[in-house]
């Protein structure tokens, strides 16, 4: 559950940074004197990439560890939830099935005790998702702002003017991807290399 509320709701690292490179490119290009028009156009025409950053939750070594973390402690408040959850559902079914055979007053019963579980497990939800908001931008902040900077510099020693975070993208109406454009293998195993975290698993080998 975490885990899925980042990769919806926190994971916007590459839309972030592809904006970056491709300004900071071009912004150099265009500010060094004398610097030919010819020139500007090929640094603004140069490489473009897409990146998945919905892989980012399970296969970022430093965020997988500190997001299992954020999972065991909210875990007791999720476990809650989910209890309340199946109360309701338990509750409404109970509701619709015998509605029609029920004694009048345990059916008023019935349904204002599912009133007030509903209005408890909205106020409980509400807390856990900004208490949880709160959390992720203390422990998992920095490691976005690592990322960003990562990216960067990934995409400027690959000579890669943009990067498009593939979700959005599509939503956006992307129709075709050349898989050769698609860097999000390698950047996260380079990045793992260079943060590595003790005691994580061996990332995978890449698939041929």
Do not use: C, H, W
Not at 62 to 90: A, G, H, I, N, Y
């Amino acid at each position: 559950m975490i885990k899925r509320f980042f990769a919806i709701t926190v994971i916007m690292i590459a839309t972030v940074a592809s904006v970056f490179a491709q300004g900071s490119a071009v912004k150099s290009a265009a500010t060094q004197p004398n610097q030919p028009a010819a020139a500007i156009t090929r640094v603004a025409s140069g490489k473009k990439a897409v990146i998945e950053s919905r892989a980012f939750p399970e296969a970022i070594g430093e965020m997988k560890k500190q997001l299992d973390k954020l999972e065991s402690e909210f875990q007791p408040r999720t476990k809650e939830l989910e209890s309340m959850q199946q109360q309701l559902v338990k509750l409404d079914e109970e509701l619709k099935v015998g509605g029609s055979s029920m004694k009048q007053e345990i059916l008023a019963q019935k349904a204002e005790q599912l009133q007030a579980i509903k209005k408890e497990f909205d106020r409980k939800r509400e807390d856990y998702q900004a208490d949880l908001q709160k959390r992720s931008e203390l422990v998992v902040g920095p490691i976005q702002e690592k990322l960003r900077k990562f990216l960067e510099n990934y995409a400027s020693q690959r000579e890669i003017i943009m990067i498009f975070d593939l979700a959005p993208a599509a939503q956006a109406g992307l129709v075709f991807l050349n898989p050769a454009t698609n860097v999000t293998e390698d950047f996260i195993k380079e990045y793992n290399k260079q943060n590595p975290v003790p005691g994580a698993p061996p990332q995978p080998a890449p698939q041929r």
